[in-house]
């Protein structure tokens, strides 16, 4: 279809948009909806006082600008607009535009006058509109329950109309809340905490610990595959991969062992500390919920947390696995994480690993450890990648 008279107009959650911050809040939505659309044919995005228009070419594939927007946070809702001249044939003609191709028994049609001075009011537009369409299209009028409702705006200049109200993604842009770094595992649960957080505005970059040659690489390859499905709406992502298993070694020979998952957690809070200042991230996130394993009741938690300097979040603490497994599918990280592989925590683990070590406990077997050493071989070691997400189209 010609789209030269047709735009998507996107709208966004105004709760707490107020003064200077919601300039900022609109400009890093416009940005992060070019970068989405990247490789579509758009003409324009254009900022308007409340609401975000992207014009279309004549030759746009509709199916991909609505799949892209779907991906962006901060997006509540948004519709195809068919654009019509202010006189009753074109609105007509305009409205069955509206409805082209949609499979529906029944409709309503709504009216929206601002321009008082339109010949008609809004009952008797929305009258004489409804009878066309019902003619043309032999479906039923149903003003309680209709499959379709078509809505018309008749403003100072034009006739907006549309008919497919569409549910965006919510939360905020990427970018207008800081930067984390993700502790991401390759497991279920750390790339539905960083998503929890890309949704709430935050940029996601990435750290890694991985224990490759002790074991193979397959967490490495799920990490990265992890980061690249994220940045569909975390954009351009920055991977930190670690070198785990010599430090691992260390901890191992020198420690009690049912506090080696503790310490191994206490060295990557650390490390990842330090990563986080290069990378300006002003929080860590992991995964945890909590008792979901030894290493995640309160105490362990808390003895882990004990040695962090910055805060550290875990948006999925109060969730169930259940919950956690649902959202990674609907997200599509499922699969990759599901994929086997052995994460560097399950390397030379007791059978029995302590689920209540005071921050005492782990103080005192720190004592065998030079601890600044270990960062900064970790730091030493560490390689950067660059990951982003490729449309298929
Ligand atoms: P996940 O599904 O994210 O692996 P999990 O339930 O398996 O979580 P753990 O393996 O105990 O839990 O890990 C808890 C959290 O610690 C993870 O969610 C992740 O944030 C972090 N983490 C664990 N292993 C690694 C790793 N190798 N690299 C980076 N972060 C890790
Ligand atoms: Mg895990």
């Avoid at 497991?187 to 074991?215: E, L, Q």
């Avoid at 901890?251 to 809070?269: C, H, K, N």
């Avoid at 919920?289 to 805060?311: D, F, G, K």
Wanted: with cysteine; glycine share 6%.
């Amino acid at each position: 279809m010609d789209n030269t008279h047709r735009f998507y107009c996107i709208h966004y959650a105004e709760v707490g948009l107020k003064g200077k911050n919601r300039a900022y809040f609109e400009k890093k939505l416009v940005k992060n909806i070019k970068l989405s659309l990247q490789g579509t044919k758009y003409t324009e995005v254009k900022r308007l006082h409340d609401r975000i228009l992207v014009l279309l070419d004549q030759s746009t594939d509709i199916s991909a600008i609505e799949q892209r927007l779907r991906g962006v946070m901060g997006i509540a809702h948004f519709e195809l607009v068919n654009l019509s001249d202010k006189n009753m044939a074109a609105i007509k003609e305009m409205s069955l535009k509206s409805i082209e191709g949609k499979d529906f028994q029944s409709l309503k049609v709504e009216t929206k006058r601002s321009d008082k001075n339109f010949p008609l009011t809004s009952p008797e537009i929305s009258k004489e509109i409804g009878g066309h369409l019902i003619q043309k299209t032999g479906c039923q009028a149903d003003m309680h329950n209709p499959d379709v409702t078509v809505r018309i705006d008749v403003s100072r200049h034009d006739v907006y109309i549309y008919s497919d109200k569409q549910t965006g993604i919510g939360g905020l842009p990427v970018g207008v809340s800081g930067k984390v770094l993700v502790m991401l595992s390759g497991g279920i649960d750390s790339p539905v905490a960083a998503w929890r957080m890309i949704k709430r505005g935050a940029k996601a970059v990435f750290i890694h610990f991985f224990s490759y040659p002790y074991t193979d690489k397959a967490s490495l390859e799920k990490v990265m595959e992890l980061a690249r499905i994220l940045s569909e709406s975390n954009y351009r992502s920055t991977v930190y991969l670690i070198p785990f298993a010599d430090l691992q070694q260390i901890i191992v020979s020198e420690t009690p062992a049912p506090f080696r998952v503790l310490l191994y957690r206490r060295l990557m809070t650390r490390i990842a500390e330090r990563v986080a200042i290069l990378a300006d991230a002003e929080a860590l996130v992991t995964g945890e919920s909590l008792a979901q394993v030894a290493s995640q009741t309160l105490t362990n938690l808390r003895s882990i947390e004990s040695i962090a300097e910055i805060p550290i979040l875990r948006p999925l603490i109060g969730d169930d696995k259940a919950d956690i497994i649902e959202k990674a599918q609907q997200i599509g990280t499922f699969d990759v994480s599901t994929l086997p592989h052995q994460d560097c925590c399950s390397l030379f683990v007791p059978k029995h690993p302590a689920t209540r070590a005071s921050v005492e406990d782990l103080d005192n077997a720190e004592k065998a450890l030079d601890i600044s050493f270990l960062v900064e071989k970790a730091i030493q070691g560490m390689e950067k990648r660059i990951v982003c997400f490729d449309y298929e189209y």
